[in-house]
C-alpha cells in the first residue's frame, strides 16, 4: 500500500515562511506529478503548484514568485517553500501524487493534510 504524510504546518505571523513536506512510502515503482493543494472552509480544493518527475513545475498566479515546489526523487519527497505569508494563505495544505505499484497498478492518492494559519 502507499501512504502520503505531510509535515511542516503551523502559526506564523504575516511576512514568515514555512517549509511543507510530503513523504511518499510503500511498493512505490514510480512517482509522477506531485501537486500542493489548499482547501479553506466553504471552498473548493484549488491547485497552488505542482511537479512532475522531471523537475518541471508551474504555479497558481496567486502564488507565483511567492511559493517555490521542488522534489528529491531519491527520497521520494516533494517540498512546498512558502515566503511572504499573507493571512489569506491560511488554509490546510494537501499533497496529491500520481503514483505507479511494483504491481503497475497506477493511481493518484491523497495525504491527510496539514493545516497553515498566517495570523498576528
Known amino acids: 500500500q502507499v501512504q502520503l504524510v505531510e509535515s511542516g504546518g503551523g502559526l506564523v505571523q504575516p511576512g514568515g515562511s514555512l517549509r511543507l513536506s510530503c513523504a511518499a512510502s510503500?511498493?512505490?515503482?514510480?512517482?509522477?506529478?506531485v501537486g500542493w493543494y489548499r482547501q479553506t472552509p466553504g471552498k473548493e480544493r484549488e491547485l497552488v503548484a505542482d511537479?512532475?518527475?522531471?523537475?518541471?513545475?508551474k504555479y497558481a498566479d496567486s502564488v507565483k514568485g511567492q511559493f517555490t515546489i521542488s522534489r528529491d526523487n531519491a527520497k521520494n519527497t516533494v517540498d512546498l517553500q512558502m515566503n511572504s505569508l499573507k493571512p489569506e494563505d491560511t488554509a490546510v495544505y494537501y499533497c496529491n501524487a500520481d503514483i505507479t505499484m511494483w504491481t503497475m497498478a497506477r493511481r493518484r492518492y491523497w495525504g491527510q493534510g496539514t493545516q497553515v494559519t498566517v495570523s498576528s
Open positions: 511537479i512532475t518527475s522531471g523537475g518541471s513545475s
Open positions: 510503500g511498493s512505490i515503482f514510480s512517482i509522477n506529478v
